[in-house]
């Protein structure tokens, strides 16, 4: 079955850019699509076609994708951006999410 | 808005069933896939399973594939989980999600119902 690699954890210096990566077997012929989840709270997805953002999403998330590895970009880390990150893509007819990454703003 | 609405997690034995339902308001229902998704506690998203707009067909994960049945009456704007032989591994907070469309990305996400198995 497919998979998605995902860091546990990246930290980020307030005001500074966060990139977290999502890896998995040529990745860039899939569509990646990114869910945030802050701590108590559902997920809400904050990236959707590889680099589209929802209505209401600021413009500091951005997304890309490659052959090796989609990423997903928080530019001026606020303190609210601190929650887990999952990526997700659909293989054949099911859905796959990646582990998750801890976003920590320091 | 859209607003999605689960309910019917509990505490079972090992062994039982249970049946969660979401309640879907503010869109059309009818259609759009809807999935089911579990996170156990403290560990990331697993996908459940899917439905098509229309109940026809649906897709599972591994892990519940044959155990667990996903429906739908769109007539009411619900979803359904049915969920059999419930093992300590199914413990998990179940959240009901929207899809675009179909086979697209999850634009929606309820807040979610726990459900617990525990002798």
């Known amino acids: 079955s497919y998979e998605l690699t995902q860091p546990l954890s990246v930290s980020v210096a307030l005001g500074q850019s966060a990139k977290i990566a999502c890896g998995g077997y040529n990745i860039g012929d899939k569509t990646v699509h990114w869910h945030q989840q802050r701590p108590g709270q559902a997920p809400v997805l904050v990236i959707y076609?590889?680099?589209n953002r929802p209505s209401g999403i600021p413009d500091r998330f951005s997304g890309s994708n490659s052959p090796n590895s989609a990423t997903l970009t928080i530019s001026r880390a606020q303190a609210g951006d601190e929650a887990d990150y999952y990526c997700q893509v659909w293989d054949g007819n099911t859905v796959v999410f990646g582990g998750g990454t801890k976003l920590t703003v320091l | 808005q859209v607003q999605l609405v689960e309910s019917g997690g509990g505490v079972v034995q090992p062994g039982q069933s249970l049946r969660l339902s979401c309640a879907g308001s503010?869109?059309?229902?009818?259609?759009?896939?809807m999935h089911w998704v579990r996170q156990p506690p403290g560990k990331g998203l697993e996908w459940v399973g899917v439905?098509?707009?229309?109940?026809?067909?649906?897709n599972y994960g591994d892990s519940v594939k044959g155990r667990f049945t996903i429906s739908r009456d769109n007539s009411k704007s619900r979803l359904f989980l049915q969920m059999n032989r419930l093992s300590f591994e199914d413990t998990a907070v179940y959240y009901c999600?929207?899809?675009?469309?179909?086979?697209?990305?999850?634009?929606?996400w309820g807040q979610g119902t726990l459900v617990s198995v525990s002798s």
């Open positions: 503010g869109f059309t229902f009818s259609t759009y896939e």
């Open positions: 076609n590889d680099n």
């Open positions: 999600a929207k899809d675009f469309y179909s086979r697209s990305w999850i634009t929606d």
């Open positions: 439905i098509s707009y229309d109940g026809r067909s649906e």
